[in-house]
T-cell receptor, first 113, second 116 residues
Framework: TQLLEQSPQFLSIQEGENLTVYCNSS?????LQWYRQEPGEGPVLLVT?????EVKKLKRLTFQFGDARKDSSLHITAAQPGDTGLYLC?????????????FGRGTQLTVWP | NAGVTQTPKFQVLKTGQSMTLQCAQD?????MSWYRQDPGMGLRLIHY???????DQGEVPNGYNVSRSTTEDFPLRLLSAAPSQTSVYFC???????????????FGPGTRLTVL
């Protein structure tokens, strides 16, 4: 059983379109992170959100942490081919031993020119 | 700084063989973790360490051993390889708890392991 459910699993869009990726759980997290991974490389951290309702922006990427700290979303405005990659959410479960981070299955995004 | 380094990059084993995946970091990070990544499964935590001499199990620890004798190194040992351990293995490190808002977890480039 996956602690974090990501959707959609695959997303194929044209350059310029907007998209949203969701990360949901029935568990409460002390923090939630979003990573981006390119083929043959390890994931790279994009953002960490820790406060319920928190919104963080990174250029065209907007990250939101749910009020109850059980879910998060990643919104990309005007997607570009350079945004192509595997997006992973990961949560530090509230009350769990420090160091344990749980990942979702990932969303493979392809942006066509 | 080299960051997080992993060796080897690729490895093929036969069922029953043993091997050690090496991981080293030069950032003086306390926290280190081993993950495996399988298609459609995301990353799953195998073992992690919150400092030298301290290790703990993650989600999928069976078949793997770790030790942390120094801050820099965190090797992962496969005692008797099985085809189910075919995967890409990532090592990661961070200065504070990887879930902390003040921490960035850095990943190595991965080791692609095939067990025949």
């Amino acid at each position: 059983t996956q602690l974090l459910e990501q959707s959609p699993q695959f997303l194929s869009i044209q350059e310029g379109e907007n998209l949203t990726v969701y990360c949901n759980s029935s568990s409460v997290f002390s923090s939630l992170q979003w990573y981006r991974q390119e083929p043959g490389e390890g994931p790279v951290l994009l953002v960490t959100v820790v406060t319920g309702g928190e919104v963080k922006k990174l250029k065209r990427l907007t990250f939101q942490f749910g009020d109850a700290r059980k879910d998060s979303s990643l919104h990309i405005t005007a997607a570009q081919p350079g945004d192509t990659g595997l997006y992973l959410c990961a949560g530090a479960e509230r009350g769990s031993t420090l160091g344990r981070l749980y990942f979702g299955r990932g969303t493979q995004l392809t942006v066509w020119p | 700084n080299a960051g997080v380094t992993q060796t080897p990059k690729f490895q093929v084993l036969k069922t029953g063989q043993s091997m050690t995946l090496q991981c080293a970091q030069d950032m003086n990070h306390e926290y280190m973790s081993w993950y495996r990544q399988d298609p459609g499964m995301g990353l799953r935590l195998i073992h992690y360490s919150v400092g030298a001499g301290i290790t703990d199990q993650g989600e999928v620890p069976n078949g793997y051993n770790v030790s942390r004798s120094t801050t820099e190194d965190f090797p992962l040992r496969l005692l008797s390889a099985a085809p189910s351990q075919t995967s890409v293995y990532f090592c990661a490190s961070s200065f504070r708890s990887p879930g902390s808002s003040r921490a960035t977890q850095y990943f190595g480039p991965g080791t692609r392991l095939t067990v025949l």
